[in-house]
């Protein structure tokens, strides 16, 4: 059988306690991962939640394909050096640590995007303007997408 993907976005907002309401169908996502634990790392504006084994296959690429690669080093004391484990409760939230918040300047409004094997957690302003670069830019993906037969 094949695991299901994280798909869609939608929008959120964290409580007084760092808590974000992970939505039902990346629980479901999550599940079929045998896990209710995800491992979020810091990335540039975001935050990215992964389903453990996939944390664990991007590790093991890091670790053997990562050796001679410049500026590995200091990517991987940035993201994994900041990865936390999160647990879902039993109301389907993840508590976010504070220095994560931090690094991705969320405060409260929070949009989570579906990246097929992983979610990013964005602020939701910093959201809006990425997703506006990517729409305003789209004509320049036409080349990567017509290499996979998509376009």
């Given amino acids: 059988m094949i695991r299901g993907r994280f798909r ?3 929008e959120h907002t964290l409580d007084a306690k760092g808590r974000l309401n992970f939505p039902s169908r990346f629980r479901d996502v999550l ?3 045998d896990s209710e634990i995800l491992m979020v790392a810091p990335w540039n504006k975001h935050l990215r939640a992964y389903p453990v084994a996939e944390w664990e296959a991007l590790e ?3 670790l053997t394909q990562g050796g001679g690669q410049p500026g590995i080093a200091s990517f991987v004391r940035y993201v994994v050096g900041g990865v936390a484990k999160c647990v879902l409760d039993k109301q389907g939230r993840i ?3 504070a220095d994560l918040r931090a690094d991705a300047d969320l405060e409260k409004d929070i949009v989570l995007t579906g990246m097929l094997d992983w979610v990013e957690i964005w602020d939701k302003t910093a959201w809006h303007a990425e ?3 990517t729409r305003d830019n789209f004509e320049g993906h036409e080349e990567s997408l017509a290499k996979l037969g998509i376009f």
């Fill in 8 to 10: 869609s976005r939608t």
């Fill in 31 to 33: 599940r079929q991962c």
């Fill in 60 to 62: 093991t690429k890091l």
């Fill in 95 to 97: 508590r976010l640590p």
């Fill in 131 to 133: 997703n506006r670069t």
